[in-house]
């Protein structure tokens, strides 16, 4: 039986470990991948904490997954051996609840989390389901294109779902993984953009990637400076930090909305007159089109900015990544493909 490298993690809060396991036999609907490279996401986090639905240990996590095709399972039509594909979040849908027997498969009830409800792409091999696959283009190396599968599907996403459009002021939470995307859609899609973060460093970084304006949380009171300039008609959280979250519903339009789109575990503070006073609203976004993401990056020049680690090295990519102190997206190069 053939042997693969993966990092695992065998009980919550355990550390990860490299370990030698099977490589896995892809089932009907689904397709082996020779991973070539794998973002590390905040949400991998969740393997490490344990709560989430149907988590099983030990897990290998990872959902910002790109590969080629080395087998396909019996029934895995549409696919072909050596094309490269990427999978996100979404490892798959149930076909059988509500939404899915409406057709709306992206708002299944019981779907599955690549890397969480099975094993993710820190590992030189992962099966994943056909039907959630998306090809790469081939102007994007594997390393570019893994970060824009997760973090590049979701901010975009709540970017083209939230009430924004050209010339509209909004506002970009936290310059990190997310953040930097985030940005730069933003700045493509036509919206004065402005920046919260910390420090001198991150102003010239989001200058860089094209902000508008740069509010300095260290220095001034981040609502007060966005009401300064008639408030923000959306703002996007992506800083884990939801006393920040809570105080910036001030420094929201009349209209407005406050997007978050990070994870944060503690709960928010926020003022129910700040929300009807100026007719606000509070609301969260996961997920997005991974394919409309690719193809919009390609279109507009958008690249995530990445830091490469070995498969080795997970652990250390993780834990820059868990103390903000990658720039701005850690991805594990795990082969070399015909793309880079
Ligand atoms: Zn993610
Ligand atoms: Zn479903």
């Given at each position: 039986m053939p042997f693969m490298k993966a990092i695992q993690v065998s009980a919550p809060g355990a550390d990860f470990e490299l370990v030698q396991k099977e490589i896995p036999e892809p089932k009907e609907h689904e397709v082996l991948l020779k991973v070539e490279a794998c973002g590390v996401c905040h949400g991998d986090a969740i393997v490490k904490q344990g709560?989430?639905?149907?988590l099983q240990y030990p897990r290998t996590p990872g959902h910002e997954v790109v590969g080629t095709i080395a087998k396909l399972g019996?029934?895995?039509?549409y696919w072909n051996v050596g094309q490269r594909v990427g999978v996100g979040w979404?490892?798959?849908?149930?076909?059988?609840?509500r939404s899915c027997l409406r057709g709306e498969f992206w708002a299944c009830e019981s779907p599955l989390a690549t890397g969480i409800s099975t094993d993710g792409g820190y590992a030189e091999y992962m099966v994943a389901r056909m039907e959630v696959l998306t090809l790469i283009p081939d102007a994007l190396s594997s390393v570019e294109a893994a970060p824009l599968l997760c973090a590049g599907a979701t901010t975009l996403g709540a970017l083209k779902n939230s009430s924004a459009k050209g010339g509209d002021l909004i506002a970009i939470h936290g310059l990190g993984g997310l953040g930097h995307l985030a940005l730069q859609f933003a700045v493509r899609l036509g919206l004065k953009t402005a920046v919260i973060s910390r420090d001198k460093e991150k102003e010239a970084l989001a200058r860089m990637l094209g902000a508008q304006i740069f509010i300095d949380a260290n220095k001034v009171n981040a609502a007060e400076e966005l009401t300064k300039l008639g408030g923000a008609r959306v703002i996007f959280c992506t800083a884990p930090n939801s006393k920040a979250i809570g105080e910036l519903?001030?420094?929201?339009?009349?209209n407005g909305q406050l997007i978050i789109i990070t994870f944060v575990n503690e709960p928010m503070q926020i003022s129910p007159v700040q929300l009807m006073r100026g007719v606000r609203s509070v609301s969260g976004w996961i997920g997005g089109n991974a394919a409309d993401t690719l193809n919009f990056s390609v279109l507009t020049h958008v690249l995530p900015m990445v830091e490469v680690f070995p498969l080795e090295q997970a652990a250390v990519a993780f834990d820059r990544m868990m103390n903000a102190k990658v720039h701005f997206r850690a991805v594990l190069k795990i082969s070399e493909g015909q793309h880079e």
């Open positions: 709560h989430y639905p149907g019996s029934e895995s039509h979404r490892g798959g849908h149930c076909h059988n609840c519903v001030g420094g929201l339009a009349r």
